[in-house]
């Protein structure tokens, strides 16, 4: 089992960027694997996804938002215990986003997870201040 966190700031107003990331329908716009999203009812969420090692996934998540917290956390059932969290928070120049992966499918310090980590925060951060999306 696996941990992997990172952190970045974004140019942006907290509420303005915890509204974008908090939609269902953009996760494939951030999350550098996941291919589409769609909200099923309740926290339930039909996902697919591209992994590292180039297999395509299919199933359903969860996925729970806390307004007040400016927190989301989300997971799958099966065997990789896979879940996840961010939270939004105010910076001096925008806002901070740190993001939080667990998963049971690779062995601590995978290069591979850890940039997929990196590139979510990356999209975020490009989606938000260069191509304007939040706000």
Same mark, same amino acid.
Do not use: C, K
């Given at each position: 089992?696996a941990?992997?966190?990172s =952190? =970045?700031t !974004?140019? &942006?107003? /907290?509420?303005?960027?915890f509204a974008?990331?908090?939609d !269902? $329908?953009?996760?494939?716009?951030?999350? &550098?694997?996941?291919?589409?999203a769609?909200?099923? @009812? @309740?926290n339930? !969420?039909?996902?697919s996804?591209?992994l /590292?090692?180039?297999?395509h996934?299919?199933?359903?998540?969860?996925?729970?938002?806390?307004?007040?917290?400016?927190?989301i956390?989300w997971g799958?059932?099966?065997?990789?215990?896979y879940h @996840?969290?961010?939270d939004?928070? /105010?910076?001096?120049? $925008?806002?901070?986003?740190?993001?939080?992966?667990? =998963? $049971?499918?690779?062995? /601590?310090?995978d290069h591979?997870v850890?940039?997929?980590?990196?590139?979510?925060?990356d999209?975020?951060?490009?989606?938000?201040?260069?191509?304007?999306?939040? @706000?």
């Open positions: 089992m941990d992997f966190t =952190t =970045t !974004v140019d &942006a107003s /907290p509420d303005d960027l974008f990331l908090s !269902v $329908g953009n996760l494939p716009r951030y999350f &550098a694997r996941m291919t589409s769609e909200s099923t @009812g @309740g339930a !969420v039909r996902t996804a591209e /590292p090692d180039g297999s996934v299919e199933g359903e998540a969860w996925f729970d938002v806390d307004p007040e917290a400016q927190h956390a799958a059932e099966g065997s990789n215990d @996840g969290h961010l939004v928070r /105010p910076a001096e120049h $925008g806002a901070t986003v740190e993001v939080h992966i667990h =998963t $049971g499918r690779v062995e /601590p310090g591979e850890q940039n997929g980590v990196d590139e979510t925060l999209r975020i951060r490009t989606l938000v201040e260069e191509q304007h999306v939040a @706000g």
